[in-house]
């Protein structure tokens, strides 16, 4: 029968694409953090025998000042960012979910920006606002007599973290509450429930999913971050600066690699209590008869709303404006502002910087479509197919969830700067650092598009006769396209402001933009940095745009179910 035969050659290419994903997985991510795991147990330059078997990188954490005050760094800006995050982005999510203020989708549209944006970019731009030499800081200063304290060190780092990353928090939680079913809460207020009772006891349990999840990215991101803690750490190590001091000061990649498994550890505790907070209740707040939840439209309700959100949103990106005027700046005088403006220094970056910006955008793009086609064909077998070895494949792809960029450049570094395969220099190295990296963004939103099409459709066209293939290209994956694009742009426009990987594993003729603007930002020229910076976000920004084009709708509105 011709159904039959049809599943039969659908089962030989699920095969196919399953051995060919194990092998790819295994060469490129399994080996490579085998082997980090390992050497972290070896001293350097030791033979790989029993008997030299150490804990010794591992004893710097008891035995060195410097390691034990970068981890208790690390967990401190984690964590505080983590909780002004939540504070800041619960109440704005509840306002644009919740209150009938004007303007939406912008706000929900400007609310995205801080996590398109390169977040390194956000911590130099509150250099140029509070710095020695700020903004800010000269006009309190002159005008007010004040002294603001430093920008760097901690307060710097949680700073640039909590309004960088809040968006998880509100993107998250706002869409929590607009796809909970509203029922709930007008059934408490009939039973003469209060406005504060009800958000207690029904609102705040029903999101407390999504709070915990976007405090977890969050504690995750900033734990990895390489670049904010470079900009705006100084003396102040967390383990991400300490791991690049060990491979830049010392190329010792076994004493790297573990501490990034430290780091790996506690990101794997944190998405273990985000898993058990989520097993230990029942969370349902999506229904088959969910509809759009009553809008708060009292005036003064509003009017505190809007002002709120345009306060908070006015705070995260108005240092990228300053990134802006800075990049046009010709000459400082003795003020807080620029007194001459030129295209001078997008000159100098165009002249300087030119061979750069071709390797971000022909990295990001390899890479964007060898992550969208891999994770793809890898969706449709974990989806439609029960071979067996599955729940492998889909564990073996999240595991770059929990290793931070930076960890993952010691990996491929570690993996491939010797032995059978050699790639450290070449653009491969990085390419294969940044599909391992994002291959799960298209992975999960390919699963989540597939799993929405009915099977029944592929069925009837297998049964009028047409191949495999045909039904994949003109059934399958068209309906899977929006999905696939949708995690292919988060894909792109997050691999162009990538730093903790690409800082790892650059060399000379395969330098990137974010490499670029951090050598700017260390000569302290501040203007190309600035340049450079502004067609960095420009770039972004306009993937971003197509996409939404593309797609029909903008990013922020894909957190909402209804």
Same mark, same amino acid.
């Given at each position: ?22 092998? /790819? ?10 082997? /980090? ?9 030791? !033979?790989?025998?029993?008997? =030299? ?43 644009? &979910? ?7 989708? *912008? ?6 920006? !801080? ?35 430093? $920008?760097?060190?901690?307060?710097? /780092?949680? *700073? ?41 006891? /029904? ?6 999913? &999504? ?42 990649? =076994? ?60 705070? &995260? *990106? ?28 997008? #000159? ?30 890898? &969706? ?17 792809? +999240? ?42 963004? $298209? ?19 297998? +049964? ?13 994956? !068209? ?34 933009? +974010? ?32 996409? =939404? ?10 957190? #909402?179910?209804?």
């Amino acid at each position: 029968m011709p159904g039959a035969s049809w599943w039969r050659r659908a089962d030989l290419v699920a095969a196919v694409v399953l051995g060919l994903a194990a092998l /790819i997985l295994l060469v490129f991510l399994v080996y490579p953090i085998s082997r /980090i795991i390992l050497n972290s147990f070896f001293r350097l330059d030791e !033979p790989l025998r029993l008997a =030299n078997l150490t804990l010794e990188h591992f004893s710097r954490f008891a035995s060195s000042s410097l390691y034990r005050k970068a981890l208790l760094h690390s967990l401190t800006v984690s964590l505080v960012a983590s909780v002004l995050a939540l504070l800041i982005g619960l109440p704005m999510a509840f306002f644009v &979910a919740r209150v009938k203020v004007p303007g939406k989708t *912008l706000l929900l549209s400007l609310g995205t920006l !801080p996590l398109v944006v390169p977040p390194f970019l956000g911590a130099y731009s509150w250099i140029l606002l509070l710095g020695r030499n700020g903004i800010l800081t000269n006009l309190l200063k002159r005008t007010l007599g004040l002294q603001l304290p430093s $920008i760097y060190g901690a307060p710097g /780092i949680i *700073l640039a973290f909590t309004l960088g990353y809040f968006p998880y928090v509100f993107l998250l939680v706002y869409g929590a509450l607009a796809s909970a079913d509203p029922s709930l809460e007008e059934s408490a207020q009939i039973m003469g429930a209060g406005r504060f009772r009800i958000t207690r006891t /029904i609102t705040l349990p029903l999101v407390t999913p &999504a709070i915990a999840a976007g405090m977890v990215i969050i504690f995750m991101q900033s734990l990895g971050s390489f670049g904010v803690p470079a900009v705006l750490g100084g003396e102040y190590y967390v383990l991400t600066t300490l791991i690049y001091f060990q491979i830049v000061g010392y190329f010792d990649l =076994n004493a790297a690699g573990a501490i990034a498994l430290v780091s790996v550890a506690f990101t794997a505790v944190s998405l273990f209590l985000l898993h058990h907070l989520s097993q230990r209740r029942g969370y349902i707040t999506v229904t088959g008869a969910t509809r759009a939840s009553r809008e708060l439209q009292g005036r003064g309700i509003r009017v505190v709303a809007m002002a709120y959100c345009v306060l908070i949103l006015a705070v &995260a *990106l108005i240092p990228h404006l300053v990134i802006l005027m800075t990049s046009f700046a010709e000459t400082w005088g003795r003020g807080a502002l620029p007194t001459a403006f030129s295209l001078g220094n997008y #000159r100098r970056v165009f002249a300087n910087a030119w061979s750069p910006m071709q390797n971000s955008l022909f990295l990001a793009t390899i890479a964007t479509l060898t992550a969208g086609v891999l994770g793809t064909l890898m &969706a449709y077998v974990a989806v439609r197919k029960t071979l067996r070895g599955r729940w492998v494949l889909d564990l073996t792809i +999240t595991l770059p969830f929990i290793f931070p960029g930076i960890a993952v450049g010691v990996a491929i570094l570690s993996g491939f700067s010797s032995g059978p395969l050699v790639l450290s220099g070449t653009w491969l190295i990085l390419a294969v650092a940044y599909v391992i990296r994002r291959i799960p963004y $298209i992975f999960r939103s390919a699963s989540a598009a597939l799993t929405q099409i009915d099977p029944a459709m592929e069925e009837a066209s297998a +049964t009028c006769g047409a191949s495999w293939l045909r039904t994949s290209l003109r059934i399958t994956f !068209p309906l899977m396209l929006p999905g696939v694009l949708a995690g292919a742009s988060i894909t792109f426009s997050t691999l162009l402001g990538e730093l903790s990987t690409t800082i790892i594993l650059y060399s000379a003729q395969w330098k990137t933009m +974010t490499v670029a603007i951090y050598e700017y930002l260390l000569a302290d020229l501040l203007g190309p940095a600035s340049a450079l910076g502004t067609l960095l976000t420009l770039a972004v920004l306009a993937s971003m745009l197509l996409a =939404n084009k593309l797609l029909g709708r903008t990013l922020g509105s894909l957190f #909402r179910m209804v």
